[in-house]
């Protein structure tokens, strides 16, 4: 049993059975739900049903067309109480002004010094008795019964974040060679539309997925820690509140590298919240052009210049410290594809998915410091230019027309670089150990392009 349940973890279903249960009646239907929200949404902010029982009257046009003469315009008559609740509710009661010979009598002492007397004599019986656990174990030794125990109260569970599962988590593309047993809409797994209605996010990179959230603070930007890094499934912080050049109120959709602490790499897949402003409600393009286009023109700060790990090497053999970043530096978005034909999909970007990505990266060079010299007297902080090698992790595809939305969805499929089934279950399934996803994938879109094809017969 246990080995079943391993076998099937992130693992799409070998076959799908039942027709309303496969993955593209779900994305069809969850496509379907975010359009009539965003209907009701749309037509909550305009307020129609306000205005629905209005009526403005005859117009001109039709009064004219009567033929009586004497005819008097029809005027609706109606009162202002229906639009009495539209109003700001404020309280406004009449302050009686205080009289003359009331104003004239001073103020009772008497009553006064009275409850401050009985104040005093409820303190001073306060203070001879015995805490209220002190008297249940007097009571129990003198019943005979064990004392209760004082300390003891619910357990409290602690509340979950905010942040926890608010990242749109992709579903596994359910691929299958041979076509499903049971009559559908998908014969291999890949959609139908998925010449005109995707689009494609290669290479991710391989990393840790979170949250990348702001905070107004009263410092410079980019000298006060104003981001904090969520966990995706849990919302905990990943690292300690670092300084950037975000604006305030922004949450971003990111993937932290694994090898942040030599590049300093935060990788942005997409944009919830940009300067308190929602995004979510925008389709995939157009997310995707304003997370390029802010972070463009965010200014760049050079990384701080001390933050040199010591050298593990021999004092034989002296080498300069390597650097580490203490926090990430460079917000860089991953790139998006709107041309995902088969064609491009199979020449351009199923290889891209497969090579590692060059970033160029800024790392300060360490300083050579004399024997005797002050900070003060040292040169200035010299920068270097190198490039990091991101090593790649798979293939996202978003459909065109679908919005952002927190945890996992049928709008958004994922296909890894890597398998996740064991050796053993591939073994059974009589596949090679070897073979990823992405493989199968090229493979069932390299036949849909040769089906697409249309034959051209030879002359004779």
Not at 237 to 242: A, D, E, S, V, Y
Not at 318 to 334: E, L, N, S, W
Not at 386 to 405: H, I, M, R
């Amino acid at each position: 049993m246990f080995s079943d349940r391993k076998a099937s973890f992130k693992t799409p279903p070998s076959a799908v059975k039942e027709t309303h249960a496969s993955q593209e009646v779900r994305r069809n239907r969850a496509l379907e739900e975010q359009k009539r929200r965003r209907a009701e949404r749309i037509d909550s902010s305009r307020q129609l049903d306000i205005f629905a029982d209005l009526s403005l009257g005859l117009s001109d046009d039709e009064a004219g067309e009567n033929d009586d003469p004497n005819a008097q315009p029809n005027i609706v008559r109606q009162g202002i109480t229906p639009f009495a609740p539209m109003l700001p509710h404020t309280a406004t009661h009449p302050v009686p002004a205080p009289s003359t010979s009331e104003s004239a009598q001073p103020p009772a002492p008497e009553s006064s010094m009275t409850q401050e007397k009985k104040r005093s004599k409820n303190k001073r019986k306060g203070k001879g008795r015995a805490p209220q656990h002190q008297q249940d174990v007097s009571m129990a030794q003198d019943s005979g019964a064990p004392p209760r125990v004082a300390g003891k109260s619910k357990v409290k569970h602690p509340k979950p974040s905010k942040w926890a599962d608010k990242c749109m988590y992709a579903e596994l593309l359910e691929m299958r060679e041979g076509g499903f047993d049971a009559p559908g809409d998908l014969r291999d797994g890949i959609p139908d539309d998925i010449e005109t209605g995707w689009v494609a996010v290669t290479p991710v990179p391989a990393g840790k997925r979170c949250l990348a959230v702001t905070h107004q603070t009263s410092g410079i930007a980019g000298v006060v820690p104003n981001t904090t890094l969520r966990s995706r499934v849990l919302g905990k912080p990943l690292i300690k509140p670092f300084p950037s050049t975000l604006p305030p109120q922004t949450v971003l959709d990111c993937i932290l590298d694994d090898n942040w602490r030599d590049n300093g790499i935060l990788h942005v897949l997409d944009v919830v919240t940009w300067k308190g402003q929602d995004l979510g409600d925008c389709e995939t393009p157009f997310r995707f052009w304003w997370r390029d286009t802010r972070l463009s023109e965010l200014p760049s700060y050079p990384p701080p210049p001390n933050a040199f790990a010591p050298s593990a090497s021999s004092p034989a053999e002296p080498h300069p410290p390597r650097y580490q970043f203490p926090h990430p530096t460079a917000f860089v978005p991953i790139p998006y594809h709107t041309n995902t034909t088969l064609p491009n999909l199979l020449s351009t970007l199923i290889p891209l998915t497969r090579a590692p990505r060059i970033i160029p990266v800024t790392i300060p060079a360490p300083a050579d410091h004399g024997e005797g010299a002050m900070d003060l007297d040292a040169p200035l902080v010299q920068l270097q230019h190198t490039s990091a090698s991101v090593a790649p992790d798979g293939l996202l595809l978003y459909v065109a027309q679908a919005v952002y939305e927190p945890g996992t969805s049928p709008l958004s499929s994922w296909v890894p670089l890597r398998a996740y089934q064991t050796r053993e279950a591939l073994a059974q399934e009589g596949a090679s150990a070897d073979e990823s996803p992405l493989a199968v994938f090229e493979r069932l879109a390299l036949g849909d392009a040769h089906r697409a094809t249309p034959e051209v017969e030879m002359a004779p």
